[in-house]
């Protein structure tokens, strides 16, 4: 997300897009397969992955709420007048995705390290 964020040529972008999908492509995959492993109860499948699947979307619906003041904010530097959405303020955003990405892991695996449920 960083290198997406530092691209400035069209090829760049395609490149940092093209890792970042087959990155995402594979963690999904497996995330779904251990989300169907460790279900308590086969018999209510339908609802633990119901309730999986609402809080994996938890970070797609308030994303935009700390993101688009982010890209607002530095996309105004060194830009003539607004609503200007210049390369800081993507890389700003992009950042942001991934210290948010990295402090959530750390607190996930802490919490399964310690066996909290």
């Known amino acids: 997300m960083v290198g997406l964020g530092f691209a400035s040529r069209a090829s760049a ?3 940092f ?6 990155g995402n492509g594979c ?5 779904l397969a ?3 492993d460790t279900l308590p109860d086969a018999a209510e499948a339908a609802r633990y ?3 999986w699947g609402v809080g994996a979307f ?3 619906c308030l994303g935009p709420l700390f993101g688009a003041p982010l890209l607002y904010a530095f996309g105004q ?3 003539p007048e607004p609503p200007a959405n210049g390369q800081l303020g993507y890389l700003a955003l992009f950042t942001y995705g ?6 959530s892991a750390l607190v996930l695996v802490k919490k399964v390290r310690l066996g909290v449920s």
């Open 34 to 36: 251990l989300a169907v």
């Open 17 to 22: 897009g093209l890792v970042g999908g087959f």
């Open 13 to 15: 972008i395609v490149f």
């Open 49 to 51: 992955l119901g309730v």
């Open 58 to 60: 938890v970070g797609v």
């Open 77 to 79: 530097v060194g830009a």
């Open 98 to 103: 991934s210290l948010a990405i990295f402090a």
């Open 27 to 31: 963690y999904q995959a497996v995330d």
